[in-house]
């Protein structure tokens, strides 16, 4: 089994976050830096992120659209000449369909309209990551979905029983638990395995742009359709479509889902031709649809057609065998990818993760083992007392006593806390406040701070 094929978000990613709002900063900050344990770099000017751009490299950007002086959509274009390869989350209170497909064709990777959930917004991002490292399908472990949890194990032995079955599937769980990478293991072991798997996230989206992704548009089915464009259900025809957040989808999405799941038919945004495709869905939730049936937010007959094989992942607190099992997993992988040696968790530290609560489950742990790597001693017995600083204080730059919800933690007393707080280690302070290592020796310049001999590494 391969090692590295459990999950596919990097957790060692550097995020920039641009927005004005300051609250919202904190938010995004706290959900993706203490909770995730991403390297979260947070900018209120917009004009400071156009600078900062030529000076670090980032893994994702996450840019509020309407910013005084410098928009999200000129920061999107400078992204794109500047850093190629990494991913654009944009983010908005003012959603159109119109617009959002705009910026998907200007180079976005992803639209988020406010307000947003934490977990949406984690959910997001560990699918932008995803699928911008994402190796090919036919590439991957015959066995995607590790797990030595007997509940767990019996979730996976029905899904494979289910995958030799065109049969729709939900999957229930928390955020984090691995629902697309249990849906992708059931494409991978149906007959559809040669076939595409789409992806297709109703959370914190437009109604119109998610009927639009679903089904496709044809030109001048509103303003700014260009041209035909085929939807994903198109696109998945012959193989899978994953329906991530289906307890998200509006009402009348839901209605016409139902018509692709019971025709096997489809009609395009602005054309009133009847299509069909070939495909098997796959739905998931973190959301009580039971409950939502009751509000009536929620169709009981689109439900009694996605639930005909019902598959329940349980939360990592619940699996201390998982833990055991991962925890050896990702941090052999994250040595590896060093060079270094894994360190060794013996008893003692294992019994500290079993007990941990892991709200942001199997991503969580991921998260941890990429940081404990980074500042325990390779190859030798964790200590216990790092063990408990990391998880209670999961952000590292927290357990240093720094500001990482904005510009501040760059401030002379921070950086001179960061040095300290890693022993003079020039690497590991530069991480610690989530910038580059020559950015890190600017900021010492600037503020005529001398590392020593003993400091450099």
């Known amino acids: 089994m391969s090692a590295d094929s459990y999950f596919v978000s990097p957790p060692s990613t550097r995020i920039l976050v641009v927005d004005d709002n300051t609250d919202l900063l904190a938010t995004i900050a706290s959900a993706l830096g203490k909770v995730e344990g991403y390297d979260v770099e947070v900018l209120g000017d917009p004009q400071v992120a156009l600078r900062h ?38 983010m908005t209170a003012y959603a159109t369909v119109e617009q959002a497909v705009d910026l998907m064709r200007l180079g976005a990777d992803y639209y988020l309209s406010k307000p947003f959930s934490p977990d949406s917004l984690r959910d997001v991002v560990a699918r932008v990551l995803g699928a911008s490292q994402r190796t090919a399908l036919p590439s991957l472990s015959p066995r995607v979905f590790l797990t030595g949890d007997p509940a767990t194990q019996g979730t996976l032995a ?46 914190a989206m437009p109604e119109a742009l998610v009927e639009a992704m679903l089904f496709g548009f044809e030109k001048d089915a509103f303003t700014g359709a260009s041209g035909p464009m085929p939807g994903r259900i198109e696109a998945a025809s012959g193989g899978t479509l994953f329906m991530d957040e289906a307890g998200d989808m509006s009402l009348p999405v839901q209605a016409r889902v139902l018509r692709a799941l019971q025709d096997k038919t489809f ?3 602005g054309d009133s031709t009847v299509r069909s495709a070939d495909v098997r869905y796959v739905f998931a939730t973190n959301r009580n649809l039971g409950r939502m ?4 937010s929620f169709r009981e007959d689109l439900y009694y057609r996605i639930g005909v094989v019902e598959l329940t992942i349980p939360p990592l607190r619940h699996r201390p065998a998982d833990v055991e099992l991962l925890t050896g997993i990702f941090l052999s992988r994250f040595a590896a990818e060093s060079h270094s040696r894994p360190p060794v968790v013996d008893g003692a530290a294992m019994e500290v993760l079993r007990r941990e609560p892991w709200p942001g489950n199997v991503r969580q742990l991921e998260n941890f083992c990429q940081r404990v790597t980074i500042f325990a001693p390779a190859g030798e017995t964790l200590p216990p007392e790092l063990v408990h600083s990391l998880l ?29 707080s890693t022993n003079g280690n020039v690497t590991k302070a530069a991480a610690l406040l989530g910038i580059s290592r020559p950015t890190f020796y600017s900021k010492l310049k600037k503020f005529g701070i001398e590392p020593g001999p003993d400091r450099a590494d």
């Open 53 to 90: 751009l030529s000076e670090a490299p980032f893994g994702l950007f996450l840019l509020d659209i309407r910013m005084p002086e410098v928009d999200g959509i000129s920061l999107l274009r400078h992204c794109r000449r500047l850093q190629p390869k990494a991913p654009v989350i944009l």
């Open 392 to 420: 209670a204080n999961y952000s590292i730059g927290a357990k240093a006593g720094l500001i990482t919800t904005g510009p501040p933690h760059h401030s002379r007393e921070n950086i001179v806390r960061a040095l300290a």
């Open 158 to 203: 029905l899904a494979e029983a289910a995958a030799g079955t065109d049969a729709p599937v939900l999957i229930q769980g928390e955020s984090g638990t691995g629902k697309e990478l249990l849906a992708r293991h059931i494409h991978l072991h149906s007959r559809r395995s040669s076939g595409p798997i789409e992806v297709v996230n109703s959370a």
């Open 293 to 296: 049936i009751a509000e009536r």
């Open 267 to 269: 009609q395009r945004l």
